[in-house]
C-alpha cells in the first residue's frame, strides 16, 4: 500500500533521513564460530562439480560472505536469490546488472516454497559444469553440487524443493523459520535421477566481519541471527524507518492504523492496543500498589517482525537505497560504488 506524495504532504508527514547507529556493536549480533563450516566446506570441494549459493532476494546486495566466492571459486558458481515472493523485484534487471558487475553472472530468482522458477536451476547447472574443468572428477557420471549460504535463507528448503520437482519425492533436509537448523556439512542426498545430481546441505556461513550496522540490521530482519541478540524493538524501528522512507505503508492497512507514523513507540502501542498484547505492571502510589495495564511492546514489536517476514506488509526490497544511488554495475568499480552508497544512514560506525 503506497501513499501518493500529494497526500504524504497534506498529513504533514515528515519521515527520518537516516537512523540512529551510534553504540551499537554489529560484533556482538553474530557468532564467530562459522569459521570451521567454511574449512568443511573446502575439504568437501574435490567432490563436488558447482557451487549454489542460496541468498535472500530482499537483500540482493548486502550480507553475502565473500568468502564464497575466495574460497570456493574454483568451481562454477550459481547465486540463487530465494525468496522472490517476499521481495519487490521492481529492478531485477538492474540488480543482475550490479551482480554482474561483482563476477556473478548466473543468477536465479526462487521461491521454494511454490516451487517457482526451480526447473532453471538443474539445466544451469549441467550447462555450467559442462562449460568448465572437471578435474579429477570427468570420469564420474553423476554430478555433485554443494549448497551453501548466510543462515535462513532457504539452502534446505532449495535442496526440498528440487526433490519435489525431479523426485516427486518429500523432504530430505530440515527445515525452520530460524538460523541454525543445519549444523554440519551433510552426507550426499540425490535430487535428480537423469542425469544423476546429488548435492551436499551445508551450515549457514556468515561474514566473518559484518560491514556495517546497517547491513548487519538487514541480515537481522531477513532473520540471519537469533532476534534476541539484536533486539526486536530495535529490528522493528529500523523496518518502521525503511518502510516509511520508501512509502511502503501496508503495515497501515494490515494492523487498521489511523495513519502512518514514523514513531516506533506509537505504532507498537497501537499494535498491542489492536491485538491485545498487555501486561499487568505494578506501581507503586502513595496508597499502595495498583496493578495499570500497560501495551507489550516487545510482544508488538515480536508480531510486527513476524508480519513482514511473512510477506504481509507486501513486497519489501531492503536494498532499495543502494539500487537507487548507485550506477550501472558495468565497470569493475561498482562493487566498492554500492558498498559505498548504502553507508548513508547517521553515525554509521564500520
Not at 571459486?73 to 558487475?101: C, F, S, W, Y
Not at 516454497?113 to 547447472?125: G, W
Not at 549448497?147 to 525452520?176: D, E, F, W, Y
Not at 537448523?181 to 542426498?189: C, D, F, N
Amino acid at each position: 500500500m503506497r501513499l501518493s506524495a500529494v497526500a504524504l504532504r497534506a498529513a504533514g508527514a515528515a519521515w527520518r533521513e537516516c537512523f540512529p547507529l551510534q553504540g551499537r556493536d554489529v560484533a556482538r549480533w553474530f557468532p564467530g564460530h562459522m569459521a570451521k563450516g567454511l574449512k568443511k566446506m573446502q575439504s568437501s570441494l574435490k567432490l563436488v562439480d558447482c557451487v549454489i549459493e542460496v541468498h535472500d532476494a530482499r537483500i540482493p546486495l548486502s550480507g553475502r560472505n565473500p568468502l564464497f566466492q575466495e574460497t570456493l571459486g574454483l568451481k562454477p558458481h550459481l547465486l540463487v536469490l530465494n525468496k522472490m515472493d517476499l521481495a519487490d523485484l521492481t529492478e531485477q534487471r538492474k540488480i543482475q546488472q550490479h551482480l554482474a558487475g561483482e563476477g556473478l553472472k548466473h543468477v536465479i530468482f526462487t521461491n521454494c516454497i511454490k516451487d517457482e522458477n526451480i526447473k532453471q536451476i538443474i539445466p544451469k547447472v549441467i550447462e555450467l559444469v559442462g562449460s568448465s574443468y572437471r578435474y579429477h572428477r570427468s570420469e564420474n557420471l553423476d554430478y555433485c553440487i554443494l549448497v551453501v549460504g548466510v543462515p535462513n535463507v532457504g539452502k534446505s528448503s532449495l535442496i526440498n524443493s528440487l526433490r519435489r520437482q525431479h523426485l516427486r519425492t518429500g523432504k530430505a533436509a530440515r527445515v525452520g523459520g530460524e538460523p541454525g537448523i543445519t549444523r554440519a556439512v551433510m552426507s550426499r542426498v540425490q535430487v535428480c535421477e537423469r542425469p544423476l545430481i546429488f548435492v551436499m546441505d551445508t551450515p549457514g556461513v556468515l561474514a566473518p566481519r559484518i560491514g556495517s550496522v546497517e547491513t548487519g540490521l538487514k541480515l537481522a530482519l531477513c532473520g540471519t541471527v537469533l532476534d534476541h541478540l539484536v533486539g526486536e524493538e530495535t529490528m522493528a524501528d529500523y523496518l518502521l524507518y525503511t518502510l516509511n522512507r520508501h512509502q511502503l505503508f501496508g503495515y497501515v492497512q494490515h494492523y487498521g492504523l489511523d495513519g502512518a507514523s514514523d514513531d516506533i513507540e506509537h505504532v507498537l502501542k497501537r499494535v498491542a492496543l489492536r491485538l491485545r498484547k498487555t501486561r499487568k505492571v505494578k506501581v507503586l502510589t502513595g496508597t499502595g500498589d495498583v496493578n495499570v495495564v500497560q501495551p507489550n511492546y516487545s510482544a508488538a514489536a515480536h508480531d510486527f517482525l513476524r508480519t513482514f517476514r511473512s510477506g504481509l506488509f507486501g513486497p519489501v526490497m531492503l536494498d532499495c537505497d543502494v539500487l537507487q544511488d548507485c550506477p550501472a554495475a558495468d565497470t569493475d568499480s561498482a562493487p566498492a560504488a554500492w558498498q559505498m552508497a548504502s553507508r548513508t544512514s547517521c553515525g554509521q560506525s564500520v
